[in-house]
């Protein structure tokens, strides 16, 4: 037995009656022609959009997800049925299959409220909603997909959860925190953030960004969306659709007398050569870079076209960042460590006694069955001093800037993740599904 919240039985209810009303009430359904469409067909598609059980059922999504801290939301037809997904702590969950007949009205639904063309289903669209739940305001990042079976759209759910722009909230390894806050002080120069999308790189680099504030700098950021809103920092969304793209935005920001600048994402030479002449003339830029480990961000820049003295002389700091699952207090139980297991514990952290239980996810009421509630970063960061600019310098592989970086006291992903799996903060299980498991 378990006590509840009148909110939680509110909720319940609710659910409950719009879950009923919506088998109850029937959706009037065609085919359309996907390659031939009227303008009886698009004032179809509208009327059914505008159904009632339509709006119930995207609305109700929407603010499960919020509830739920979902991240994103999965709209994907299959030959039979219409699946519902959403994203928590980095993993998708089925939460719901219906009648494939819900496939066209809520995908015409979700377009009519991000304002996109609701009879253009042969090619990819992107647009925003802000929706309210619960006296808090969402934005919603839509993208739209024409798969096989139907049109697949991805609601991605940004500022539903209130995110503390700290950097020692953030659970980053001490190593690398400090070596962040001293690149922060830096003058001039780049830093990098990397790690694959949903590892908290953008997070990391906001919480950067809000350390630096002070009235004496002009902060500027170019963003693909913009995220979080800061006060004190102009922002600026990239469209590319009239050709205002990252290295077109930045042209112009270098004209505006920026000290500091964020740029979203690296993605080509030309953004990474403006990146590197903004560095030389003075300003400190932040950005992150799709590479999996930090020295990885030198190799990647440097086969971009970027030369390697240039390089050496403006990299400040590069650093690769996941994210991992925490198990829930409630619920997390102990069990015993296999010879394996202690075999690569003890070549990660070089501890004399390894302890001879680790924690493991279990599921409970607080967790909703998961065995997980949150998320923790593994982090892990290479200063860059005269030593490591001499190999940038002579294009050598990622090795010797590991093992630089080790010697300066440095730890990498998967020796953070073996620390918090030892102090119960996370499993074993969770480092080894982020982590390529690798020996220091």
Known sequence: RYAVLESELEDFFYKLDAANTEIEES????????????????????DLASDAPVIRLVNRLIMEASDLGASDIHFEPESSTFSIRFRIDGLLQKVETLSARWADPVASRIKLMAKLDIAERRVPQDGRIRFTSRGRSIDLRIATFPSLQGE?????????????????????????LNALKKALKRPHGIILITGPTGSGKTTTLYASL?????????????????????????QLQIKPEIDLTYAAALRSILRNDPDIIMIGEIRDRETADIAIRAALTGHLVLSTLHTNTAAGAITRLLDLGVEAFLLASTIELTAAQRLVRKLCPFCKSPR??????????NAAVNRLAIPDTVYTATGCYHCKGRGY???????????IDEIERDIIRS??????????????????????????????????????????????
């Open 27 to 46: 959706v009037a359904l065609s085919a359309v022609d996907e390659t031939s469409i009227t303008q009886e067909d698009i004032t179809k598609l509208s």
């Open 336 to 345: 015993a460590i296999s010879e394996t297991e202690a075999e690569f514990i």
């Open 210 to 234: 809000n350390a630096l504030l002070n009235p004496a700098l002009k902060i500027v950021t170019v963003e693909d969306p913009i995220e979080y809103v800061l006060e004190g920092v102009s």
């Open 395 to 440: 294009k050598q592989d990622e090795s010797p800037l590991i093992k630089a970086s080790r010697q300066r006291g440095g730890t990498s992903l998967w020796q953070h993740g073996i620390e918090k799996a030892l102090a119960g903060e996370t499993s074993l299980e969770e480092v080894l599904r982020v982590v390529e498991w690798r020996k220091v």
């Open 152 to 176: 697949s759209i991805v609601i991605r759910l940004l500022g539903q959860q209130s995110v503390q722009l700290d950097l020692d909230t953030l659970d980053l390894s001490s190593y690398g």
């Open 373 to 383: 509630s949150g998320r923790t970063s593994l982090f892990e960061a290479i200063e």
